[in-house]
């Protein structure tokens, strides 16, 4: 199955590893581990929706407007 994390992009449920609040208490570990992925393993927000969550997969960390409740319940939903 796949999970749909905004802006047109899917991720498979099998490569999932976590989805986050981008905003959280701990953001400066956030930030840190953003910037310390590499450059071409981020996969930037298209639009100008505010981003809410990052969702980190086995290859890529994608930033996402959809917040990380919402793309949990949609994971749950998946199966």
Same mark, same amino acid.
């Given at each position: 199955?796949? !999970?749909?994390? $905004?802006n047109? #992009?899917?991720v498979?449920?099998?490569? !999932?590893? $976590?989805?986050? @609040?981008?905003? *959280? *208490? @701990? #953001? #400066?570990?956030?930030?840190?581990?953003?910037? =310390?992925?590499? =450059?071409?393993?981020?996969?930037?927000?298209? $639009?100008?929706?505010?981003? #809410?969550?990052?969702?980190? &997969?086995?290859?890529?960390?994608?930033?996402? /407007?959809?917040? /990380? !409740? &919402? !793309?949990?319940?949609r @994971? @749950?939903?998946?199966?």
């Open positions: 199955m796949f !999970l749909h994390i $905004g047109s #992009k899917i498979f449920n099998n490569d !999932l590893v $976590g989805i986050f @609040n981008i905003d *959280a *208490a @701990n #953001k #400066k570990a956030n930030s840190n581990f953003i910037e =310390s992925a590499s =450059s071409d393993a981020i996969k930037k927000r298209s $639009g100008f929706e505010q981003p #809410k969550s990052f969702v980190v &997969t086995n290859h890529n960390v994608f930033i996402s /407007p959809i917040s /990380p !409740l &919402t !793309l949990s319940k @994971n @749950n939903s998946s199966g």
